[in-house]
């Protein structure tokens, strides 16, 4: 029960306020970790395919080590002196590992700017994803945005919500080191093609259930918000393993089902055209509108994940801690 009533808090904590924009905002302590780490291993092992290898390894331990381990003493520390200092400590956490109404908020900060112009658009969109924006058109603009959005369900809502119904808020910034690190150096590139393939393959296996698990709450969000349920799934069978990750395709499969259109396809990432498979079928001309649906099917998946989640805890008492 403790734990449940932390993370639900935390849930409606980031519903209605947001991610604050700090420094001190545990994901951005993790990510000047990493950094500061990355610079030392690269100064300690050699500039070859095994050296950097073996950092990469190192940088994962490392950072997950610490990003686990803080706030597991921390907590015990503070439920010591005072169980509501304790409570109140997790609840607050689990507030900050969640990215619902940011992610939200990114649709609609593309959304609003795309109106303006498409070099605001372009602008925008470039502040969410990894990829190159210069040359997108209004069209490329909407379907990134999108994606994003879809991909992000489960790594900024669905994933994280499940770690922390299993292991509060220590368990949640472990997940959440594991996916800044394949956010940061789990790149095919000159500069991460080895350091950071140990870190991408451990984001794919953290991610694999949360991202079918996400999938499955967008489809039937699909059918409470009135859209096209029995498409989302058709989509979904379809085309959810056509991406080069075993996870982002889940829920881009699904919400190009719901919307009734198509996503993916090549895309730019650091001068270099990334040849990429597409998701859904082009029923209906991409539009604007399309962001907003996105993250109104977003926030539908998350209520239900987390009353999923909830209600497993509540009535099984499983896992049998916490």
């Not at 879809?150 to 959440?176: F, R």
Request: charged letters at 20%; aromatic letters at 10%.
């Amino acid at each position: 029960m403790y734990l449940t009533c932390a993370v639900l808090l935390g849930f409606v904590l980031d519903w209605v306020l947001g991610d604050p924009n700090s420094a001190l905002h545990p994901v951005c302590l993790i990510g000047r970790l990493i950094t500061r780490c990355e610079r030392v291993l690269r100064r300690v092992f050699p500039k070859t395919p095994r050296g950097e290898t073996v950092a990469g390894v190192l940088l994962w331990l490392v950072v997950c080590g610490v990003s686990f381990a803080a706030p597991l003493f921390l907590l015990r520390w503070l439920r010591g002196v005072h169980f509501w200092l304790g409570f109140g400590a997790e609840t607050l956490l689990c507030w900050l590992i969640f990215a619902r109404k940011s992610l939200a908020d990114a649709g609609r900060h593309v959304y609003t700017a795309l109106d303006a112009s498409l070099d605001e658009g372009r602008k925008a969109v470039a502040m969410y994803v990894g990829r190159d924006t210069g040359a997108l058109d209004r069209e490329g603009v909407i379907k990134a945005a999108v994606e994003t959005i879809a991909e992000n369900t489960t790594d900024g809502v669905v994933a994280p919500l499940a770690y922390m119904l299993l292991g509060g808020a220590p368990l949640g910034l472990l997940y959440k080191a594991v996916n800044t690190l394949d956010s940061m150096v789990g790149y095919h590139s000159d500069q991460y093609e080895y350091l950071g393939k140990f870190s991408a393959r451990m984001d794919d296996i953290f991610n694999f259930i949360p991202a079918r698990l996400a999938a499955v709450c967008l489809i039937a969000g699909t059918g409470m918000l009135g859209m096209d349920n029995r498409n989302a799934l058709r989509i979904f069978r379809r085309d959810r393993n056509h991406h080069k990750s075993p996870n982002a395709g889940q829920t881009e499969a699904a919400c190009a089902g719901a919307l009734h259109i198509r996503l993916g396809g090549d895309a730019s990432y650091f001068g270099k055209t990334v040849k990429k498979a597409a998701f859904g079928d082009p029923d209906k001309e991409i539009s604007r509108s399309d962001i907003l649906r996105a993250a109104d099917l977003m926030t539908a998946a998350s209520a239900l994940a987390l009353t999923l989640g909830a209600a497993v805890r509540l009535t099984t008492g499983w896992p049998p801690f916490g």
